[in-house]
C-alpha cells in the first residue's frame, strides 16, 4: 500500500474505485492517533464540490454588499467561465479601488505539503497580482505571537526549541500544567507528523516516581494520572499569582536569578505583594476567585520549590480577553523559582496543544514554494476580520501602533474555514455581507464555501503529488498522488496559472514550470543550500522518504543561561522582561507593563452569569483537526443524534432534568445551536464543554441569527480581541445556559451541498 501523511500522521492506504478505502499507521508510528479514521471515504464525500459554481445573485445583478451569502443556490459554470469571471472582477477590483482591497483571508492548516500548500499557492498569485491586505498571527497564538517576543525576545523557539519531551522523562519532577496536556491535540502537527513520543515519555516520567499537577476544569485535560486542581475556568492567572506570592513571602523565590536574568522583577513584586494598592495576591486571595483552597496553593507553592519544576501553559489559556497575561504569568513563575534552562526544569508552553512542543527540531528548513513580496504593507490581526469588514477607515491599536481597517471589496479564501475559527458567526456573517465578492477555494461544500460568491473546487491532498514535512519531525516524506481529481476539481495550481494567465502574469506564476518540475526544482534548490548530503529528487522520491537530522536534548534557553552575554534575547533589556517598559508606555488600559489580574468579562464570577450561568469551554475536539473531515467516520462516531457532544456535569444535568442522550438547546444573547447531551463527572460543576469544529449548519440558511441544527459553539462566542495589545482570538471561553430541546428536531444538513442548477 501507498503510505502518504496528514496533519495528523503518515498513513499506508488503500485505494479503490478512486476512494480511501482502508488505512494504516506509516513508518511504525506506535501511538497512531484515531485521527486517520476519517480518511476512508474522504476522496469521494458528498460534501465534494464536484465542479466550478457560482452564485446565482452575484451572477444576476452583479458583485455588491448582500444579505443572500448562504441563502442563494449556486449555478455550475465551465472552469473557461469561472477563470474569466473571476479575472475579470479581479481587475475591476484593483483598477476601481487598489490591491488593498483585496483581503487574502487563507488562514488555516490547509492540507499537508510543501507544493501544493494552499495559503502559500494563492498569497503568491496575489502578490504577483499587486498585493493584498493580509492578516498576521494566529487564531491559536494571536495573543503570544505579540508578547512572547515583548517579553522573551521569540515567539516560535518556544515551540520549536521547547524542552524535548526525553529531558522532561528523565529530569523533571514536577510537571506543572496549567490547562493540562490534551493528549488528543498531541496527534496533530502543521506540515504532517510521523511519530507521537509523548504518550510514552509521560509514561517514562511517571515510572521514575515523578508526579504531574492538572490545573484545569476538565479532569481528562491529562491522560493517565494527576493530581487534579479544578480550577474556576479563566481564573488560571489568579492561581499563578497566589503562588508566586508564597515564593517570595515564604523565602522561595530564587533571587539571584531574577537579579541576572530578568528585568523589572521588581515593579511587579509591588503589584504581587500589594505595597501601592494594599491588596495582596496571596492564596486566600486567589481562593475566593479561583474556587480552589487556599492551603492547597500554599502547598502546591513549596512542591514546585522543592524540585525540578516545570511550569506548562496550554495555548488555549490565551484563547480569552486578557489572553496575554497567563503565558507572561506563567513564564515569570518560573523565573521566579529559577529553573529556566536547566534539564527538565523552567517554562514551556503548549504541551498538550500540538504535537510539536518536546520533539527535537531538525537541524534545517525545509522545501519551499517561494511567494516574493507583498507591495501591499496593510495588515490586520488574523481575529480581527469581522472588525475589519464591517468598520473600513476606523483607527484601531495593535502591538504600540494606532492603524486603520482598509476597505475590503474582495476575500479571497483558500485553505481554511473561519466558520470554524472566527467567533460571533452572526456578526461573521453581516460581515461578509458588506463585501462586493467573495471568493472561496475548496474541495468541500463548508458553510464558508455555501457563503461565497465564486467557488473553486479544489482537489484534496491524496489527488496530486507533493512532499511534506514539519520542522520538528525527522522525515520529508513523498505524497504521490493516491487517486485522480474527483469529479471536476483541480489543484490550486492549475487554477492560478489559468487566472494568472488570463491576467497578463502567467510566466511570472509558473516560471515555466509544471508541477513536477516545480517539485523537483524546490528539492534540489533546498538541497543545494543545506551543509549535508542528501539523495537526489528522483531517488528521494522513490525510497519515498528522507530522514533528517535533529536538535536532540534541547532545553528551553538553556543556551542564554549558559551564557546570558553572548545568547542575550531579543529584547531591549537582553533578558526576561518581567517588567517591559514598552508595553507600560503603549498606556493600554488592558495590558500593563506587567503580568497581572484582570477580571474576565465571560466567567462564573461576574454579574453576567446570573443569567447565563455555565461556563462553556469550546476546545479542540479529540475526533478530528479543528474542523477537517468532519463527516469522517471518526468524527461522526462521537455524534450524539447527529449532533456535536456536550459535556455536563451530572449534578447541572440533574438540576435542569436533563439526562444522557438527549438534544438540549445552548444559547446566550448572541446565538444558540444544538447539541447532543452526554453527562459526566470528568468536569468542574457549572462547566459545560462542547469542542470547536462540527460545521455550522443554520435551520434557515438565510437568517444570520438562526439556530445552528449541528452544534457549532462560535455562534455564542463574543467577538472581542484580547486587548489592544495583540487583538487575538477569544472564542475558547463563553457563558452560556443549556435546555432541553422540546422541538421538532431539525435534519443535520451541514455536509450537504446546496442546490446547484445547471449554467445557460
Given at each position: 500500500m501507498p503510505v502518504s501523511l496528514t496533519h495528523w500522521g503518515a498513513f499506508d492506504a488503500q485505494v479503490d474505485a478512486g476512494d480511501i478505502t482502508e488505512v494504516g499507521p506509516g513508518f511504525g508510528d506506535t501511538d497512531p492517533s484515531p485521527l486517520l479514521g476519517n480518511l476512508p471515504g474522504s476522496i469521494r464525500h458528498r460534501a465534494r464540490v464536484t465542479g466550478p459554481a457560482v452564485r446565482s445573485g452575484w451572477l444576476e445583478h452583479g458583485p455588491g454588499p448582500t444579505d443572500r451569502r448562504g441563502g442563494d443556490e449556486f449555478v455550475a459554470v465551465s472552469w473557461d467561465e469561472l477563470t474569466e469571471l473571476l479575472a475579470d472582477e479581479l481587475r475591476r477590483i484593483v483598477d476601481a479601488h487598489g490591491n488593498g482591497a483585496i483581503y487574502g483571508g487563507s488562514y488555516g492548516w490547509a492540507s499537508a505539503g510543501r507544493f501544493h500548500h494552499a495559503q502559500s499557492q494563492v498569497h503568491r498569485f496575489l502578490k504577483l497580482l499587486g498585493g493584498y491586505t493580509f492578516s498576521r498571527h494566529s487564531y491559536s497564538l494571536g495573543a503570544t505571537g505579540v508578547i512572547m517576543p515583548r517579553v522573551v525576545g521569540t515567539h516560535d523557539d518556544l515551540f520549536k526549541r521547547a524542552t524535548n519531551w526525553t529531558e522532561i522523562a528523565q529530569h523533571t519532577d514536577l510537571l506543572v500544567c496549567f490547562g493540562g496536556i490534551g493528549g488528543k491535540n498531541t496527534g496533530v502537527n502543521h506540515g504532517g507528523t510521523t511519530a507521537h513520543p509523548s504518550r510514552n515519555a509521560l509514561n517514562d516520567f511517571r515510572e521514575r516516581?515523578?508526579?504531574?499537577?492538572?490545573?484545569?476544569?476538565?479532569?481528562?485535560?491529562?491522560?493517565?494520572?494527576?493530581?487534579?486542581?479544578?480550577?474556576?475556568?479563566?481564573?488560571?492567572?489568579?492561581?499563578?499569582?497566589?503562588?508566586?506570592?508564597?515564593?517570595?513571602?515564604?523565602?522561595?523565590?530564587?533571587?539571584?536569578?531574577?537579579?541576572?536574568?530578568?528585568?523589572?522583577?521588581?515593579?511587579?513584586?509591588?503589584?504581587?505583594?500589594?505595597?501601592?494598592?494594599?491588596?495582596?495576591?496571596?492564596?486566600?486571595?486567589?481562593?475566593?476567585?479561583?474556587?480552589?483552597?487556599?492551603?492547597?496553593?500554599?502547598?502546591?507553592?513549596?512542591?514546585?520549590?522543592?524540585?525540578?519544576?516545570?511550569?506548562?501553559?496550554?495555548?488555549?489559556?490565551?484563547?480569552?480577553?486578557?489572553?496575554?497575561?497567563?503565558?507572561?504569568?506563567?513564564?515569570?513563575?518560573?523565573?521566579?523559582?529559577?529553573?529556566?534552562?536547566?534539564?527538565?526544569?523552567?517554562?514551556?508552553?503548549?504541551?498538550?496543544?500540538?504535537?510539536?512542543?518536546?520533539?527535537?527540531?531538525?537541524?534545517?528548513?525545509?522545501?519551499?514554494?517561494?511567494?516574493?513580496?507583498?507591495?501591499?504593507?496593510?495588515?490586520?490581526?488574523?481575529?480581527?476580520?469581522?472588525?475589519?469588514?464591517?468598520?473600513?477607515?476606523e483607527p484601531f491599536d495593535f502591538n504600540g501602533r494606532r492603524l486603520v481597517y482598509p476597505d475590503i471589496r474582495c476575500v479571497y479564501w483558500a485553505g481554511g474555514n473561519p466558520f470554524h475559527h472566527h467567533q460571533n458567526l452572526p456578526r461573521f456573517r453581516r460581515a461578509l455581507g458588506r463585501v462586493d465578492t467573495v471568493v472561496?477555494?475548496?474541495?468541500?461544500?463548508?458553510?464558508?464555501?455555501?457563503?461565497?460568491?465564486?467557488?473553486?473546487?479544489?482537489?484534496?491532498?491524496?489527488?496530486?503529488?507533493?512532499?511534506?514535512?514539519?520542522?520538528?519531525?525527522?522525515?520529508?516524506?513523498?505524497?504521490?498522488?493516491?487517486?485522480?481529481?474527483?469529479?471536476?476539481?483541480?489543484?490550486?495550481?492549475?487554477?492560478?496559472?489559468?487566472?494568472?494567465?488570463?491576467?497578463?502574469?502567467?510566466?511570472?506564476?509558473?516560471?515555466?514550470?509544471?508541477?513536477?518540475?516545480?517539485?523537483?526544482?524546490?528539492?534540489?534548490?533546498?538541497?543545494?543550500?543545506?551543509?549535508?548530503?542528501?539523495?537526489?529528487?528522483?531517488?528521494?522520491?522513490?525510497?519515498?522518504?528522507?530522514?533528517?537530522?535533529?536538535?536532540?536534548?534541547?532545553?528551553?534557553?538553556?543556551?542564554?543561561?549558559?551564557?546570558p552575554q553572548r545568547h542575550r534575547l531579543n529584547t531591549p533589556s537582553g533578558r526576561i522582561e518581567i517588567f517591559s517598559r514598552t508595553i507600560e508606555d503603549f498606556g493600554y488600559a488592558d495590558c500593563a507593563g506587567h503580568p497581572r489580574w484582570y477580571e474576565p468579562t465571560e466567567w462564573l464570577g461576574g454579574q453576567r452569569a446570573q443569567r447565563f450561568p455555565l461556563h462553556l469551554l469550546a476546545n479542540q475536539p479529540a475526533t478530528r483537526l479543528h474542523s477537517q473531515l468532519d463527516g469522517g467516520a471518526t468524527s461522526q462516531s462521537s455524534k450524539v443524534q447527529g449532533r456535536e457532544p456536550i459535556r455536563m456535569h451530572p449534578a447541572d444535568a440533574a438540576r435542569r432534568g436533563l439526562a444522557g442522550g438527549e438534544v438540549v438547546r445552548v444559547f446566550n444573547d448572541r446565538g444558540a445551536c444544538l447539541a447532543g447531551l452526554v453527562v459526566d463527572e470528568r468536569l468542574r460543576p457549572s462547566v459545560v464543554q462542547l469542542s470547536t469544529g462540527a460545521w455550522y449548519d443554520p435551520v434557515d440558511p438565510t437568517d444570520p441569527d438562526s439556530l445552528c441544527a449541528h452544534g457549532n459553539p462560535n455562534v455564542l462566542t463574543d467577538d472581542v480581541g484580547t486587548s489592544a495589545l495583540a487583538r487575538g482570538c477569544t472564542g475558547a471561553h463563553v457563558l452560556v445556559q443549556v435546555e432541553r430541546f422540546d422541538g421538532q428536531l431539525p435534519p443535520v444538513r451541514a455536509h450537504e451541498p446546496p442546490v446547484t442548477v445547471a449554467g445557460p
Open positions: 516516581g515523578s508526579r504531574i499537577v492538572s490545573i484545569s476544569p476538565l479532569r481528562d485535560d491529562v491522560d493517565g494520572d494527576s493530581d487534579w486542581l479544578p480550577a474556576v475556568p479563566g481564573t488560571d492567572v489568579a492561581v499563578m499569582l497566589a503562588l508566586a506570592h508564597v515564593l517570595a513571602t515564604d523565602g522561595l523565590a530564587d533571587r539571584a536569578f531574577l537579579t541576572e536574568y530578568c528585568t523589572g522583577y521588581s515593579e511587579f513584586e509591588r503589584y504581587l505583594l500589594g505595597t501601592d494598592d494594599g491588596v495582596a495576591r496571596s492564596p486566600e486571595w486567589a481562593a475566593v476567585i479561583c474556587g480552589l483552597p487556599a492551603d492547597a496553593l500554599r502547598a502546591l507553592a513549596h512542591r514546585m520549590a522543592a524540585g525540578r519544576t516545570m511550569i506548562t501553559v496550554a495555548w488555549s489559556l490565551q484563547r480569552t480577553r486578557h489572553g496575554e497575561q497567563a503565558p507572561w504569568m506563567g513564564l515569570t513563575l518560573a523565573a521566579m523559582l529559577g529553573q529556566i534552562g536547566l534539564p527538565g526544569g523552567g517554562f514551556g508552553h503548549g504541551y498538550g496543544s500540538m504535537n510539536e512542543p518536546g520533539l527535537a527540531p531538525l537541524r534545517c528548513g525545509l522545501p519551499a514554494l517561494p511567494q516574493g513580496p507583498n507591495p501591499v504593507g496593510t495588515f490586520i490581526p488574523v481575529a480581527a476580520v469581522s472588525d475589519m469588514l464591517l468598520h473600513p477607515g472561496v477555494h475548496d474541495p468541500y461544500w463548508t458553510a464558508m464555501a455555501k457563503h461565497a460568491d465564486i467557488v473553486v473546487p479544489s482537489t484534496t491532498a491524496y489527488e496530486r503529488d507533493d512532499f511534506s514535512g514539519s520542522r520538528n519531525d525527522p522525515r520529508l516524506v513523498a505524497m504521490p498522488a493516491l487517486a485522480e481529481p474527483y469529479a471536476r476539481s483541480r489543484n490550486d495550481y492549475q487554477t492560478f496559472a489559468a487566472l494568472a494567465d488570463r491576467l497578463g502574469f502567467g510566466p511570472a506564476f509558473t516560471e515555466g514550470r509544471t508541477e513536477w518540475e516545480w517539485l523537483e526544482h524546490m528539492y534540489e534548490t533546498w538541497a543545494d543550500g543545506l551543509d549535508f548530503a542528501v539523495p537526489g529528487f528522483e531517488e528521494f522520491w522513490s525510497a519515498g522518504s528522507l530522514r533528517l537530522p535533529v536538535q536532540d536534548g534541547l532545553n528551553l534557553l538553556g543556551d542564554f543561561r549558559a551564557d
